[in-house]
């Protein structure tokens, strides 16, 4: 079945620690994307990528960097961690504009 | 820049009263294409709608939304609501043809009471 799967489901990170969360997708879509969810602000692009080896910056890119290194992974860093990332990550592979989102990985940073 | 206004945080709705959720939007482009997404408790969104020709009504699970580039909005409409109807919902836009790259609301629960 084909799917999007985050890794971790869960983490918590210390301030300036650097954090990385894990998206593979088994729909062989080129486009993939990374949102963050935050009530009161919904679903907000962070980064998204068309394909192996590009990434480009979405709406909220500042203190975020992207990897796409296949076309089934593509990862989002946080290099030096804030407790203002504190949020739920999705990730997404889309096609023809609808995008299929993996369950979402909830950060704490501490 | 882009935006999508939901003007309701939460709704609260009988079960078998109609429910509309409001959806307005801003942009600069000229072709758009936009979606409802639905998210049940601890469940990822999930495309719930999806609407690109003006004036032309889109259904799917009993709801039913009609783009209106007139008035610059997406309404979600159910003529009867269910109690499985509760959950958040986010109106969308996609930022031009086929890229993928949305501009979510900011979303609205919906709660359906027996």
């Known amino acids: 079945e084909a799917a999007v799967t985050q890794s971790p489901r869960n983490k918590v990170a210390v301030t300036g620690g650097k954090v990385t969360l894990s998206c593979n997708q088994t729909n062989n879509h080129n486009n993939m994307y990374w949102y963050r969810q935050d009530t009161g602000h919904g679903l907000r692009l962070i980064h998204y990528?068309?394909?192996?080896?590009?990434?480009e910056k979405g709406d909220i890119p500042d203190g975020y960097k992207a990897s796409r290194p296949s076309q089934e992974n593509f990862s989002l860093i946080l290099e030096l961690a804030t407790p203002s990332q504190t949020s739920v990550y999705f990730c997404a592979s889309g096609a023809q504009n609808t995008l299929y989102f993996g369950a979402g990985t909830r950060l704490s940073v501490l | 820049g882009d935006s999508v206004t939901q003007t309701e945080g939460l709704v609260t709705v009988t079960e078998g009263l109609p429910v509309k959720l409001n959806c307005t939007y801003q942009t600069t482009y000229l072709t758009i294409a936009f979606f409802w997404y639905v998210q049940y408790l601890n469940e990822a969104p999930q495309v719930l709608l999806k609407?690109?020709?003006?004036?032309k009504r889109t259904e799917h699970q009993g709801f039913h939304a009609t783009l209106h580039k007139s008035s610059s909005s997406f309404h979600l409409q159910k003529s009867s609501a269910q109690l499985s109807d509760s959950a958040l919902y986010y109106c969308?836009?996609?930022?031009?043809?086929?890229?993928?790259?949305?501009?979510f609301g900011h979303g609205t629960i919906l709660r359906v009471h027996p």
């Open positions: 969308a836009l996609s930022k031009g043809a086929n890229t993928g790259k949305l501009t």
């Open positions: 609407s690109s020709t003006d004036n």
């Open positions: 990528s068309y394909g192996a080896g590009s990434t």
